[in-house]
């Protein structure tokens, strides 16, 4: 059981916050939902505490949120309060959502399944949800995307399941959608069909720890991402017109004018795979200020490398260069070569063994 923090429920509804040089972006556990709930700011009117004369065997029912959680249920329960915004069934033996298990529940926010075994999905059985913006389905047995999402979720998090196809015009009508999490599927770039994505405003897509081998085409996603992380996948190359952010990869090169297209990312992460050089485009990227390098097969950095040969061309200025774990003689690098770089500190080389 993952721990759930407060920080993954926020992550797909505010602001992104400023990059981190800390560490690489990693899968996190889910939030705790139950304490920010009434603080999500979703849009409801708050009354007067509604009673709440049931409460499903074994749950505990508080200030609209029902945890049901490592009860051993193999069933969603049949007795959850009407005005639920929070429904909690993680980490029990749930094989099947029926077509009734949600009826009535129309002001539910959030629904959290994960750490189930659901393989099956009644196609009607999220039509009740009217303003659920938030569903968790991470860490099930499910092989396709469930059918008629509600058009309010902002937020999918079906991490971790048996899903090897997305069709055409699975998310249709999903205009609120701006996150969605489904890494850890064995998906290959022949079961993401064109259209797959159409109609989303998404900012954030991962699809990490899949089996893809090469990087959707930009036509394919969203115009809206400004976060995609492909880590962990068999890539081998990125092509002109390709999207990156990716870690974990056995990327050998990037063709020159790759990163044309993305002028306006913010971080890049090409560490742990197989570059023999900086990767070209850098110093036109004006708002790039994180680059994840770090243990590939760098072995010199020029001087015009990351930074643009005109002054002030740069909006930003880097705030983090990873280039430990590469074959680089650092008392070779010119000092002008980190000229549109933050500090000092913001570059790491460390030692390469």
Known sequence: MHPISILLLLACVTPLPAPSVAVPFQQRGLPVLSKTIDAEG???????PAEQPTCPFGCQCNLRVVQCSDLGLHYVPYDIPPDTRLLDLQGNYITEIRENDFKGLRNLYALVLVNNMITKIHPRAFLPLERMQKLYLSHNRLTAV???????????????NQIKKVASGTFYGLTNMNCIEMGRNPIK???????????????????????????????NLPYSLTELHLDQNQIQAIE???L?????????HIEDGSLYYVHSLRE???????????????????????VYLHSNNISSVGVNDFCPRTFGTKKTFYNGISLFNNPIQYWE????????VSGRN????????
Not at 42 to 47: A, C, D, I, L
Not at 244 to 250: D, E, H, R, T, V
Not at 333 to 340: D, I, L, M, Y
């Open 42 to 48: 979703s849009g409801y009117e708050e009354g007067p």
């Open 189 to 219: 770039n022949s079961g993401l069909e064109p259209g797959a994505f159409d109609g989303l405003h998404l900012s954030f897509l991962r699809i990490s720890e899949a089996k893809l081998t090469g990087i959707p085409k930009g036509k």
């Open 346 to 353: 913001a570059i790491q080389f460390g030692n390469y063994k």
């Open 146 to 160: 469930p059918k008629n999402l509600p058009v309010s979720l902002v937020e999918l998090r079906i991490h971790d």
């Open 268 to 290: 890049l992460h090409l560490d742990n795979n197989l570059l023999s050089r900086v990767p070209a485009g850098l110093p036109e990227m004006k708002h790039l200020q994180v």
């Open 244 to 252: 990156l952010g990716l870690s974990y990869n056995k990327i050998r």
């Open 240 to 242: 002109l017109e390709d």
């Open 333 to 340: 690098v010119q000092p002008a070569t980190f000229r549109c």
